[in-house]
T-cell receptor, first 116, second 115 residues
Framework: GAVVSQHPSWVICKSGTSVKIECRSL??????MFWYRQFPKQSLMLMAT?????????EQGVEKDKFLINHASLTLSTLTVTSAHPEDSSFYIC????????????FGQGTRLTVV | AQSVTQLDSHVSVSEGTPVLLRCNYS??????LFWYVQHPNKGLQLLLK??????LVKGINGFEAEFKKSETSFHLTKPSAHMSDAAEYFC?????????????FGKGTLLTVNP
């Protein structure tokens, strides 16, 4: 089946630095990828939709300059958390849609970001 | 527009007893419905999905869900809970009427299984 690989699985960074998270579709091409954020004991909240070759679409309330998304190829989307602060600490998950509504999504393993 | 309501934020059962996790949905289009499970600090694993075929859907690890259009429900059940079932469960809806088949997640139900 389709596999989405997300890297790194966890990262600790200092406040003020930037962190890049990669999401790769391993055996299929993904023109679209979704980036979610999950706070402890809460559900997944869609942050943005990454589109290959064009600008990402951000959900209301998500800072575009804070969370930079690049989708330069059909198999790779990246999320960069710029000038990270402790409040950015969270679990970030990417997914690629299945091509039909009935396919749901193929999810990466998630990245636990801790900003100290 | 679409939405999902998981009626219980926390369900606690004893090992070997039945599990019921409740989910109601709303959708402007014919929905596809999913249940995902998430273990601590892990990604999401698909348990089962409804895609307009059989209304009773069987998934992995002995889980089932029944799509009831009249009640707009998609409750998840398992006859006998196992300790390894302890996790967070998400009910998710996707509608083809939207673009890119966005998924809308419920708030999740934490299942604890007591020995």
């Amino acid at each position: 089946g389709a596999v989405v690989s997300q890297h790194p699985s966890w990262v600790i960074c200092k406040s003020g630095t930037s962190v890049k998270i990669e999401c790769r579709s391993l055996d299929f091409q993904a023109t679209t990828m979704f980036w979610y954020r999950q706070f402890p004991k809460q559900s997944l909240m869609l942050m943005a939709t990454s589109n290959e070759g064009s600008k990402a679409t951000y959900e209301q309330g998500v800072e575009k300059d804070k969370f930079l998304i690049n989708h330069a190829s059909l198999t790779l989307s990246t999320l960069t958390v710029t000038s990270a602060h402790p409040e950015d600490s969270s679990f970030y998950i990417c997914s690629a849609p299945g091509g039909q509504a009935s396919f749901g999504g193929f999810f990466g393993q998630g990245t636990r970001l801790t900003v100290v | 527009a679409q939405s999902v309501t998981q009626l219980d934020s926390h369900v606690s059962v004893s090992e070997g007893t039945p599990v019921l996790l409740r989910c109601n949905y709303s959708s402007s289009y014919s929905p596809s419905l999913f249940w995902y499970v998430q273990h601590p600090n892990k990604g999401l694993q698909l348990l089962l999905k409804y895609t307009s075929a059989a209304t009773l859907v069987k998934g992995i690890n002995g889980f089932e869900a029944e799509f009831k259009k009249s009640e707009t429900s998609f409750h998840l059940t398992k006859p006998s809970a196992h300790m390894s079932d302890a996790a967070e469960y998400f009910c998710v809806v996707s509608s083809s009427g939207g673009s890119n088949y966005k998924l809308t997640f419920g708030k999740g139900t934490l299942l604890t299984v007591n020995p």
